[in-house]
């Protein structure tokens, strides 16, 4: 029997990529050497892309945003990624807007940040409900995340999904299954830059939101696995293996 | 890294985006919440179908728009 590691982060949004939670990752990634790499979604922001973006927004354009997304692709290097609905925007706007101008140029950046993928030997699913990533060996369902409530999000998503690790809300969450089968679920804080998501300023929600992410081990044999959150709480990062 | 068909497809988007900024709202226009508030109408739904009246007897013109996110009509005389 061995114990296999993994880690899951979500919510980098591009540019708003908080720097000290990318820097905590990448060195907390380097001591535990996980077997698997998990990106939960929304690695990139696309703002000027959200339906009711103002001018300002626009006239922001993405370029800095997806290079930050690649770039940060780059240093983590993911094996999964399960996209969420900000990356979702251009594969969406690529389908079906009516502006066919910003719709065929959407779909050509899709097919190429595919390929972009593809490169670097990702796994990855589209931000569709009932889509989900799983390691080989079993364990938890991998998914951005759907459902926005931030009144025990792990619950909700525990109830459609059964065990997962989601990212989606900001908020880290723990819901441990009253079933005879157990099972659990777990809602990722985020690696984005939580000050910097103004379109949240006015949500009450916004103070559940923590910087953070999950590390967790998987039986090889068995598929059984467990998962900590590591949070920045104050000025600490604080995981079950003490201060970071 | 990314690969030169990408490069080339982002500044492609930038373009379009660029390309699909709406105008600024402008002090003549109004929304179909404003003429209603305005006593345009009795009802939201009769106001709705009144604007519409006039948007197809020529009289005013429409296009849309988004406030706070949120996508509406905005109404001008034509």
């Known amino acids: 029997m061995a114990f296999k590691k993994f880690l899951y982060c979500a919510d980098s949004h591009g540019d708003l990529i908080h720097d000290e939670s990318r820097k905590k990752l990448l060195k907390f990634a380097e001591d535990f050497k996980p077997h698997y790499r998990i990106h939960g979604g929304d690695l990139w922001d696309f703002s000027p892309l959200r339906g009711g973006a103002s001018p300002e927004d626009r006239a922001g354009g993405i370029s800095e945003d997806y290079n930050a997304g690649i770039k940060f692709l780059d240093e983590y290097k993911p094996n999964i990624l399960t996209l969420g609905n900000h990356d979702d925007r251009i594969w969406q706007i690529g389908r079906d807007n009516s502006n066919g101008v910003l719709r065929e140029h959407c779909a050509e950046l899709a097919k190429q940040s595919e390929v972009e993928f593809k490169k670097r030997k990702i796994t990855w699913i589209p931000y569709v409900i009932g889509k989900y990533l799983r390691l080989p060996e079993g364990g938890p369902k991998f998914m951005h995340g759907f459902r926005s409530s931030m009144v025990s999000p792990a619950k909700l998503h525990h109830a459609d999904w059964g065990s997962c690790i989601h990212g989606h809300v900001h908020k880290p969450d723990t819901y441990v299954a009253t079933h005879a089968d157990g099972g659990m679920s777990m809602s990722s804080g985020c690696i984005g830059d939580i000050e910097k998501m103004h379109y949240a300023d006015r949500y009450s929600s916004k103070m559940g939101w923590r910087q953070g992410f999950i590390y967790g081990m998987i039986n090889d044999k068995t598929g059984s696995w467990h998962a900590w959150h590591v949070i920045k709480e104050g000025g600490d990062w604080i995981s079950p293996m003490g201060i970071l | ?78």
Do not use: H
Not at chain 2, 20 to 36: G, I, M
Not at chain 2, 43 to 58: F, H, I, Q, Y
């Open chain 2, 1 to 78: 890294m990314k690969n030169a068909k990408t490069e080339k497809a982002l500044s492609s988007l930038e373009w379009a985006i660029a390309q699909s900024v709406v105008p600024p709202r402008q002090e003549d226009e109004f929304t179909c919440e404003e003429f209603l508030r305005l006593g345009g109408a009795p009802s939201r739904s009769s106001a709705e179908s009144k604007l519409k009246r006039m948007v197809s007897n020529g009289d005013l013109l429409k296009r849309p728009f988004c406030i706070n996110g949120n996508c509406c009509m905005l109404y001008r005389k034509a």
